[in-house]
């Protein structure tokens, strides 16, 4: 239970620091930091989700646009 405990106030002084670090940012920064992880999404996306997914996310994107 105590490791438990220990690991929780770890992660949540790193999520801590890690807002200090963001607020700290300059607007540049923050942007490149945004377009970084836009990147490396975009390539997890292509590289690992099935086809016939991201198929079945399509249609569904051109209905809901369709309905509005």
Do not use: F, H
Not at 5 to 34: C, P, R, T, V, W
Not at 50 to 62: C, F, G, M, R, W
């Amino acid at each position: 239970m105590n490791a438990k405990k220990g690991l929780g106030l770890l992660l949540a002084g790193i999520a801590a620091y890690g807002i200090y670090k963001y607020n700290k940012m300059s607007a540049d920064e923050k942007k490149q930091l945004k377009d970084k992880v836009k990147a490396k999404g975009q390539k997890l996306y292509d590289d690992y989700v099935p086809q016939d997914v991201k198929d079945l996310i399509a249609k569904n994107k051109s209905a809901a646009a369709e309905s509005n």
